[in-house]
């Protein structure tokens, strides 16, 4: 492997923190999620008064759930004033043509090895770009509106019933929106795959390091070898 | 028929005492929520204020929500009929029939323009002009239209009115929508259910006739008093709930003990409704309180969300019935196999990209 030529600082430690907790808290709120919709233990025995069988998982549900919250609301602050180069949304503009113009098509067909070389971000790439936009923006937004929502049911007039309430006619009533927050749940661990298996690619075929940059910040440029 | 009549004269006029005048008067303001400082304000309406006339229609339904209706215990079904509301049209309770039946319909539409009461049970026909549902010589749609023209306002008895229930569920074979989809112009108050819980239904029309306003409506324009909460907030088997106590099968110990039917699909944790507040049949019992799960009867569309008796709802997917969790392992096996269908071709593309470097050097 050639020599590294440059280290480049890329992720800030506000955006390394909200990364793991946002890993952690998905992880955490799909596996509840997931037991809340089925749960699988047995029942225990005795009166119910001295059992959390369900309240247990629901109450991590939820607590996870304001965690991810709070974190992503800073991460939307981030976005707009952290003043980060690498972390805000300053050129993702899907809205407009020309984003879809050269650098997107030439990392999709880098992607689909129809180009040999590999066009070089420090950031993120168009494509990388836009993904995170409907997994991670889109798809949190969702889940977010949507969680508030049923947690709203359990207190009616309450500060969640009143603003995230509408979701529930919007869906066509509550047990669709329970079904779509669940489905919609899938799309993590969809993300999770596909995140990681192209974070380990671009390690293998551009050398940047970008696995490790999540932890230690730095991305490094290295040195071509030798034809 | 009297027209005119105070609640509190046909009371009198019927034997009933002063004391059980203010005890039904007492009963219905509990019923419908009402702090006990509102009592003389029901008290001084069913004294002062002339019966509210009522239309009855009915279009695509099966009648249970009638049926319902007639077991009202508190007002009992005749004190209803013969001196709360002067129900003056209704094709299944009235004793004329024919051309004599619709002439009264449109007299009283004449003498109440703009006063009476319309209420619907069943849905409406719309595919064809409505052909599908002929009653009393014309489509129900252009009878509905034509009498909720004049009325003051409108309720939608029944899931059938209020979100179409089994006639509209798929494939829908008659074009049967919910009555809001025609009446566009008139308040509606939705009272959802197959059937609505019957002190509902008899509180809806004491409070339009107490106050002269429609109920406070949630969302989705239902009564806030009556659908304000899920059955599962109000369920005396919630504990088991929280607990993590379920039912796994219908004939296994759990049943017996009446733990909660969550795993037996029990819709209660996404029904709006009072079943578990006001139960059935005068207090008896309710749905699950027999042992079966709530199938979510007054939510909009509750067939096409089926089957009852499982947690998720099968989504058609290409062709196959299949559930959330199916759909989801099968995208997430997906992404799986192209993650590493496109590792084998790059590890391919670069394997030999480097033996050409290798063969130059």
Known sequence: ?227 | MQSNQTFADVFKAGGVSRRDFLKFCSLTSVYLGLSPSMVPSVVAAMEKKPRTPVIWLHGQECTCCSESFIRSSHPTIEDIVFNLISLDYDDVLSAAAGHQLEDVRRKTMKDYKGKYILAVEGNVSIKDDGVYCMVGGDSFLNTLKETAADAAAVIAWGACASFGCVQNAHPNPSGAVPISDVIKDKPIVKVPGCPPISEVMTGVVTHFHTFGTLPELDRFGRPKAFYNTRIHDKCYRRAFFEAGQFVRSFDDDATRKGWCLYKMGCKGPTTYNSCSKIQWNGGTSFPIGSGHPCIGCSEPNFWDKGPFYTRLAEVPFLGSDSNADKIGVIAVGAAAAGAAAHAAVTAVKKAKSGSEDNDKA
């Open chain 1, 1 to 227: 492997m050639g020599r590294i030529i440059e280290e480049i600082y890329v992720w800030r430690l506000p955006v390394r923190l909200y990364h793991w907790i946002n890993a952690l808290c998905t992880v955490a709120l799909f596996i509840t999620g997931l037991y809340i919709a089925f749960p699988l233990f047995n029942p225990p025995l005795g009166e119910a008064v001295f059992f959390r069988g369900m309240s247990w998982w629901r109450f991590i549900h939820f607590a996870f759930a304001f965690i991810f919250i709070a974190n992503f609301l800073f991460r939307m602050y981030w976005a707009l004033f952290g003043g980060d180069k690498y972390a805000r949304f300053g050129g993702f503009r899907p809205w407009s043509p020309s984003w879809w113009g050269k650098p997107f098509l030439e990392q999709v067909k880098s992607y689909l090895f129809l180009r040999s070389d590999e066009p070089n971000y420090v950031g993120h790439n168009p494509v990388a770009a836009l993904a995170h936009f409907l997994f991670i923006f889109c798809g949190s937004s969702f889940m977010i509106f949507s969680g508030l929502a049923m947690y709203g049911e359990n207190n009616p007039g309450g500060f969640n019933s009143v603003w995230f309430g509408w979701m529930i006619p919007l869906m066509g009533g509550s047990y669709t929106l329970h079904w779509a927050h669940h489905l919609m749940a899938w799309i993590f661990p969809i993300y999770l795959i596909m995140h990681l298996y192209a974070v380990f690619r671009h390690d293998v075929v551009d050398r940047t390091s970008v696995t490790s940059s999540i932890v230690t910040g730095y991305k490094h440029k290295v040195e071509e070898e030798p034809a």
